[in-house]
């Protein structure tokens, strides 16, 4: 039951923010959309890079004071970091161990979701984007639902935000 009342927050938060950046996101979309226009990097890519330094746990594209990163978090041997990509420079610029409460509290949940994954993050985003022909991932976060690992994948595409959810794990879980 608690379990239940988490995940249906969570999944009310993810969608109250996909609601409340739609009330700025007709144009904060659009920005984000003409920023990613010329990117020829992926989300995907950015998790697969992730991986030769740790697990990647979380990942999204952002605009921060008009520039486009890729924000990931990456959970190592000696914790959880996030990194910042600036696809402009196409190199990792800024590393930022976060000491926020709330920050670890969320990291640690995702970690905990993508330690019981069979599937890796990189495999869930490129699935959901396989599936939603002319849709680029702009976000992925693990969860749990019902104890079983899940990614919420954000896409944008040519109609607008699609929020899909992909298994993180294979048959008998």
């Known amino acids: 039951m608690l379990q239940a009342l988490r995940l249906a927050i969570v999944v009310t938060a993810v969608t109250l923010s996909s609601v409340a950046m739609a009330g ?10 003409a920023a990613l226009k010329n990117v020829k990097g992926t989300l995907e890519s950015g998790l697969k890079a992730g991986e030769r330094v740790g697990r990647p746990i979380a990942a999204k594209f952002v605009l921060e004071h008009g520039v486009l ?10 914790g959880i970091s996030e990194f910042n990509l600036y696809p402009a420079l196409s190199a990792i610029n800024e590393v930022v161990d976060f000491a ?15 330690d019981s994954a069979t599937i890796s993050l990189f495999s869930a985003t490129e699935s959901a984007v396989k599936s939603n022909k ?3 991932a702009i976000g992925v976060l693990p969860m749990l639902s019902e104890g079983r690992p899940v990614a919420v994948v954000t896409l944008l595409g040519p109609d607008g935000i699609r929020v899909v959810t992909e298994k993180l794990y294979r048959f008998g879980f």
């Open 24 to 33: 700025d996101a007709d144009q904060g979309y659009a920005e984000l959309a």
């Open 69 to 78: 990163q890729l924000s990931l978090r990456i959970a190592k041997d000696d």
């Open 100 to 114: 926020d409460p709330a920050k670890i509290e969320v990291a640690t949940a995702q970690k905990l979701a993508i």
């Open 134 to 136: 002319g849709f680029r």
